[in-house]
Antibody
Framework: EVQLVQSGTEVKKPGESLKISCKTSGYSFTGFWISWVRQQPGKGLEWMGTIYPGDSDTRYSPSFQGQVTISADKSITTAYLQWSSLKATDTAMYYC????????????WGQGTLVTVSS | DIQMTQSPSSLSASVGDRVTVTCQASQDINTHLNWYQQKPGKAPNLLIYDASNLETGVPSRFSGHGSGTDFTFTISSLQPEDFATYYCQQYENLPLTFGGGTRVEIK
């Protein structure tokens, strides 16, 4: 069974750094793209970017380019999303999701990581 | 970027009703369109991929049609567990983009 298990809830202050994770299992990690999606409170879904762990090819939405970094560690089949300096507007639920051999549909999704940024 | 315009943004319906949601792309996306269901506090769940293909395990009351720029998603007979928010998503080009969502509420 393909599973994506995300790290737990985070509460941070503006300006702090953060790295959240998406641990995968049940398939060949290097052969499928993984994306990150943001959902702000009461809002819709926004694609942030994607990575192909096989060669670390990474693509970002223009809206998130330079704001976050997506990475992957093949040795532990885990993808990451990180911020160097959080803002209050980064408060959201963040989901990882697996694609196929190119970024197509999301299946499955991780359970989500809630990030709250508040002074 | 390809813009996805989803309508309506919300609707009220009764159990047993037929419900249709539309999604319009700002340019031709062939059949590169997916539909998801999201319940409160949960991750989205894939229902339909490539415009009309039913994901394994998804009830047959869900269906999708369309190609090019105009797509529809239908629930043939609404069930109590179907009250949720539904999103379309295109994968013709990066960045991947979602419609704004349709919240299906109980009448």
């Amino acid at each position: 069974e393909v599973q994506l298990v995300q790290s737990g809830t985070e509460v941070k202050k503006p300006g702090e750094s953060l790295k959240i994770s998406c641990k995968t299992s049940g398939y060949s990690f290097t052969g499928f793209w993984i994306s990150w999606v943001r959902q702000q409170p009461g809002k819709g879904l926004e694609w942030m970017g994607t990575i192909y762990p096989g060669d670390s090819d990474t693509r970002y939405s223009p809206s998130f380019q330079g704001q976050v970094t997506i990475s992957a560690d093949k040795s532990i089949t885990t993808a990451y999303l990180q911020w160097s300096s959080l803002k209050a507007t980064d408060t959201a639920m963040y989901y990882c999701g697996r694609h196929g051999t190119y970024p197509n549909w999301f299946d499955p999704w991780g359970q989500g990581t809630l990030v709250t940024v508040s002074s | 970027d390809i813009q996805m315009t989803q309508s309506p943004s919300s609707l009220s319906a009764s159990v047993g009703d037929r419900v249709t949601v539309t999604c319009q792309a700002s340019q031709d996306i062939n059949t590169h369109l997916n539909w998801y269901q999201q319940k409160p506090g949960k991750a989205p769940n894939l229902l339909i991929y490539d415009a009309s293909n039913l994901e394994t395990g998804v009830p047959s009351r869900f269906s999708g049609h369309g190609s090019g720029t105009d797509f529809t998603f239908t629930i043939s007979s609404l069930q109590p567990e179907d009250f949720a928010t539904y999103y379309c998503q295109q994968y013709e080009n990066l960045p991947l983009t979602f419609g704004g969502g349709t919240r299906v509420e109980i009448k």
